[in-house]
């Protein structure tokens, strides 16, 4: 299984060039299996980026297929949605995935919501030539998606929760924990460990410095320690750090590497736009 982070950065996309080695767009991660089979990680701007080059192939001719896993509809997790190319071409499908934790409404609604003329020049997902399908799922539940055995769990993320994954394909796991922030960083919750347990690659929210963590505590997002510690207790083989703080510098993310990584035996990097990695 081949995954590529298309978009690592956090709550905002950032340009310029303090910001070139690790990039500036917001989450979206691709995997694609030995047989070819695609699946994405959230919307984010970084999507735009990987439109471009899924435009090239089958999504250019209004064959492509393409289920994308939502871990939570706040902006910067779906704001390349009204951009994304594929969504435009009559023919492809896509189906959406995802939890709603705001009571009373369905994942479709709140993407309706996003498109409306209030904020998008397409006035609503029936305006996308793409046969499109969303569908609200429940955290614990296992998903059906060819190609892939996934599991779900719901973490907490501020005053709300979201969604985790544990994804399972050509015999590798990847575990997909971003905008995560538990009681205490020290002692994470099961759901959690469950979902990292042996997993060959832990991708976790390290918006966080852990020196400014404690400022920033109750914000719903980790220090690059809690990372660690699932990594560790969860027996997890390599830990990437993730959703980076728009404010974290090229330089400043190699220092929390360099920290991270001299605190815990389990490999550590940090997620980088543009970058592929053989799980």
Known sequence: MRIRFWGVRGSFAMSGRDFLRYGGNTTSVELVTAAGERLLIDLGTGATEL??????????????????????THLDHIQGLPFFTPFFIKGNQIRILGANPISGLSLEATLQNQLAPHYSPLNGLENLAAGVSIETIQPGAALEVPGFEIETGAVPHGSMWTTAYRITADGKTVAYLSDVEYPSYEDPLEVALSLARGADLLIHDAMHADHDYELRRGWGHSPAAAGVVVAERAGAKKLALFHHSP??????????VARTTARTAVPVFAAAEGSYLDV
């Open 51 to 72: 439109a471009k080059t899924l435009m090239g192939g089958e999504f250019g001719k209004g064959q492509g297929q393409l289920p994308i896993l939502l871990s939570h």
């Open 247 to 256: 404010d974290a510098t090229d330089d400043m993310i190699d220092e929390v």
